[in-house]
């Protein structure tokens, strides 16, 4: 599988993918796979003008689906970080709806459950299994999970 990485690589991709996004400002990722090649990119690399770049390009690709992970508040989280979290959440999946990609949400335990990594909170065990899954990737804890939803996106065609 070929890998890319730039915003600008999203052009020269294949049509009819699939979107995994697992959301966050600061720590989430965005991936695109098809059957040749594979993108992905950390959120937080990206300035609000190029992650909307992003999901221009990624539309005009005709994604088949997209799967957006489906967080909540955690434990402990401050009300300023919940607040900045939900705010992401939402503009991802605005920014989805708006290139008109078919969407659904999944949750952590579901697609983790469903690849055989279970993480309980340790990102090192998705990494593992998504680097196990695509091991030309470069990987990264961000972009890791994102990967392995776009991969649930593609086994389970919701």
């Not at 770049?53 to 997209?66: T, Y």
Request: glycine share 10%; proline share 5%; with cysteine.
């Amino acid at each position: 599988m070929r890998w890319r990485y730039a915003v600008d690589d999203i052009a020269g991709l294949p049509k009819g993918g699939w979107i995994g996004v697992d959301p966050g400002r600061s720590s989430g990722g965005l991936a695109y796979l098809t059957e040749e090649a594979g993108w992905c990119r950390k959120i937080s690399d990206l300035t609000d003008a190029e992650l909307w770049q992003v999901f221009e390009a990624l539309g005009r690709r005709a994604p088949a689906h997209a799967q957006l992970e489906r967080v909540s508040a955690m434990p402990g989280q401050g009300v300023s970080s919940t607040f900045k979290f939900g705010a992401s959440f939402g503009e991802l999946r605005m920014a989805l709806t708006a290139i008109r990609v078919p969407l659904s949400l999944v949750t952590p335990s579901k697609w983790q459950r469903d690849l055989g990594c279970l993480s309980r909170g340790d990102k090192n065990a998705t990494k593992a299994r998504a680097q196990q899954l695509y091991p030309d990737a470069r990987l990264t804890h961000a972009t890791a999970d994102a990967v392995l939803i776009a991969h649930h996106t593609r086994i389970t065609k919701p």
